[in-house]
């Protein structure tokens, strides 16, 4: 069975940085695309960052670029999503998911971890 569990999120103040990170069970995580997804209340899902199961550098949308930072640890089954310099726009609940969200959102995800951040 595919599991997927996202932690990290909470409250944090605009400027802050916080560490996301997601346990993978139950599927080749090794050579598994996983990607970082975010949805804000009323707002479509975004694709934040895409990282490849090699040495390859991530992917970064636009509301990622030069401010999140996203790595895995294969041998571990865990990926992660560093946001820093964080805005309120960022507010939103952050999923892990298996696939490459540049070509689609359908893919197994976790429960998501609530990112809310203050003014």
């Known amino acids: 069975e595919v599991q997927l569990a996202e932690s990290g999120g909470g409250t944090v103040q605009s400027g802050g940085n916080v560490t996301l990170s997601c346990a993978a069970s139950?599927?080749?995580?090794?050579?598994?695309?996983m990607s970082w997804v975010r949805q804000a209340p009323g707002e479509e899902i975004e694709c934040v960052s895409v990282?490849?199961?090699?040495?390859?550098?991530?992917y970064y949308g636009d509301v990622a670029k030069g401010r999140f930072t996203a790595s895995r640890d294969n041998t571990k089954k865990m990926l992660y999503l560093q946001l820093s310099s964080l805005k309120t726009e960022d507010t939103a609940m952050y999923y892990c998911?298996?696939?490459?969200?540049?070509?689609?959102?359908?893919?197994?995800r976790g429960q998501g971890t609530q990112v809310t951040v203050s003014p």
């Open positions: 998911m298996w696939s490459d969200c540049r070509q689609s959102m359908i893919g197994s």
């Open positions: 139950g599927f080749p995580f090794s050579i598994a695309m």
């Open positions: 990282v490849y199961p090699t040495l390859q550098s991530p």
